[in-house]
């Protein structure tokens, strides 16, 4: 039972630079959670799913795409990489709205 | 707009001594969650407090909620060198299906 994955580990980006981020989960969990930390922060809320075939916005959502094709899987797009967006991103998922959220090793962004 | 506020953002104990972290919010919610982030790691659920006046323990660990203050505390017994790591309090944005608004982070630093 891994619990929530996610991939790449790490990735350098040019300005402009398109990348999809990879989370897989083998708990059947429903919710599914994409959040970037940047340093001095706690996590904010990019994207999220609460079902196959569904996402929705976040706290900070602009400049990134989502798609939840398979129960298991989240992914989450940069179509045009900004400096900006340099970060580390952790996706996570829970079974219920309010269980606990799992979350997967975190990938570690920049965008130069 | 729900936001979170956690302090102290730093906090160096010696051993064996006794500490409280504070989580503090801006509008009613009764969801509540502590987490623990070991540098460059990802985050380890400790707590899920869903109502008012709960109040669990793990260990060196009790974290408490008081919906009507809005506030929930970490408090510290007897602390130890392993404690050491950063805590997130995240509250649950209420109407939001399971959307969580993280503190900054309180940076526990333990020395003997």
């Known amino acids: 039972n891994a619990g929530v994955t996610q991939t790449p580990k790490f990735r350098v980006l040019k300005t402009g630079q398109s990348m999809t981020l990879l989370c897989a989960q083998d708990?059947?969990?429903?919710?599914m959670y994409w959040y970037r930390q940047d340093p001095g922060m706690g996590l904010r809320l990019i994207h999220y799913?609460?079902?196959?075939?569904?996402?929705a916005k976040g706290e900070v959502p602009d400049g990134y795409n989502v798609s939840r094709l398979k129960k298991q899987n989240f992914l989450l797009g940069l179509e045009s990489a900004a400096p900006s967006q340099t970060s580390v991103y952790f996706c996570a998922s829970s079974s219920e709205t309010w269980d606990e959220q799992f979350f997967g090793p975190g990938t570690r962004l920049t965008v130069l | 707009e729900l936001k979170v506020e956690q302090n102290p953002l730093f906090l160096s104990m010696q051993e064996g001594k006794n500490y409280t972290i504070y989580c503090n919010y801006s509008t009613t919610s009764d969801r509540l969650y502590w987490y623990r982030q070991d540098p460059g790691k990802s985050l380890e659920s400790l707590f899920v407090l869903l109502s008012n006046g709960a109040v669990k323990q793990e260990g060196r660990l009790m974290a408490s909620l008081d919906t009507k203050a809005r506030l929930s505390t970490l408090h510290i017994t007897a602390a130890v060198h392993d404690l050491s790591a950063t805590y997130f309090c995240a509250v649950g944005e209420r109407g939001s299906q399971g959307n969580l608004i993280f503190g900054k982070g309180t940076k526990l630093s333990v020395k003997p």
């Open positions: 799913s609460v079902g196959e075939g569904t996402t």
């Open positions: 708990m059947n969990h429903e919710y």
